[in-house]
C-alpha cells in the first residue's frame, strides 16, 4: 500500500502570505494526486486533480505541482476563507488513500 | 446542481451492521466516467476512502475493510447503499457519500455527512 505523509502537520500564516503544502508518497504516484479543503462541519471540497488541474470555479490562487513522490498544494495571497484543513489523496490499483491533513491556521 | 445525500441509523450496536443510504438528486446516477463512494472521517480524524460502485454495479474497496463492506446500487431510486458488518467503536466517524469521476480519480461531489456512533 502506498502510504501519503503531509508536511507540515500544523501550518500557521497571515493573510497575504504564500504557504506550501508537502504531499509524499511512498512509492512513486502516477500523478492521480487531488487536494482536498475541508472547514470544520463541512465535506471535502476539491482544489486540484491530476496534480496540477485546477477544479472548476476554484480560485487561481490555489496550484498544484509534483511528480514522482513528492507533491506540493501553493496558496498564493492567503485569503480569511482559506484557513482550513487540507488533504491530499491519491488513486492507485482499484484503491484511493488520504494523507493525514494540514491545518492551516491564522498566526 | 448534483446533490447526494446519507441517510440511516445515527446509532449501531457493536457486532451489528452499518447500513448507509445514499440518494442523489440533480443528476444521474447512471453517468458513463463516475463511480460512487462512501469515504469515513472518524472525529478529529483524517479520512479514510471504504470504497466505490458504478452504476452497473462494478465495486472495489478499501483492502483494510473489504471483508466486511458491502455497497451496492439501485439506479431505478438513484441511490447506492453502504453496509459495513461486524462493527465496533472504531467504525464510529462521520460517513460521506461521494461522486467518483473515475476518469481522472477524484470525488467531485458530496454528500453532508451523517454521523454513525458505534455503542454496546
Known amino acids: 500500500d502506498i502510504q501519503l505523509t503531509q508536511s507540515p502537520s500544523t501550518l500557521s500564516a497571515s493573510v497575504g502570505d504564500r504557504v506550501t503544502i508537502t504531499c509524499r508518497a511512498s512509492?512513486?504516484?502516477?500523478?492521480?494526486l487531488a487536494w482536498y479543503q475541508q472547514k470544520p462541519g463541512k465535506a471535502p471540497k476539491v482544489l486540484i486533480y491530476?496534480?496540477?488541474t485546477l477544479e472548476s470555479g476554484v480560485p487561481s490562487r490555489f496550484s498544484g505541482s509534483g511528480s514522482g513522490t513528492e507533491y506540493t498544494l501553493t496558496i498564493n495571497s492567503l485569503q480569511p476563507d482559506d484557513f482550513a484543513t487540507y488533504y491530499c489523496?491519491?488513486?492507485?490499483?482499484?484503491?484511493?488513500?488520504f494523507g493525514q491533513g494540514t491545518k492551516l491556521e491564522i498566526k | 446542481q448534483l446533490q447526494l445525500q446519507e441517510s440511516g441509523p445515527g446509532l449501531v450496536t457493536t457486532s451489528e451492521t452499518l447500513s448507509l443510504t445514499c440518494s442523489v438528486s440533480?443528476?444521474?446516477?447512471?453517468?458513463?466516467?463516475?463511480?460512487w463512494g462512501w469515504i469515513r472521517q472518524p472525529p478529529g480524524q483524517g479520512l479514510e476512502w471504504i470504497g466505490s460502485?458504478?452504476?452497473?454495479?462494478?465495486?472495489y474497496y478499501n483492502p483494510s475493510l473489504k471483508s466486511r463492506v458491502t455497497i451496492s446500487v439501485d439506479t431505478s431510486k438513484k441511490q447506492f447503499s453502504l453496509k459495513l458488518g461486524s462493527v465496533t467503536a472504531a467504525d464510529t466517524a462521520l460517513y460521506y457519500c461521494?461522486?467518483?469521476?473515475?476518469?481522472?480519480?477524484?470525488?467531485?461531489?458530496w454528500g453532508q455527512g451523517t454521523l454513525v456512533a458505534v455503542s454496546s
Open positions: 461521494a461522486r467518483d469521476k473515475s476518469v481522472s480519480f477524484y470525488f467531485d461531489s
Open positions: 440533480g443528476g444521474s446516477i447512471s453517468s458513463s466516467g463516475f463511480y
Open positions: 460502485i458504478s452504476y452497473s454495479g462494478n465495486t
Open positions: 512509492q512513486s504516484l502516477s500523478s492521480w
Open positions: 491530476k496534480a496540477s
Open positions: 489523496q491519491h488513486y492507485g490499483s482499484y484503491s484511493y488513500s
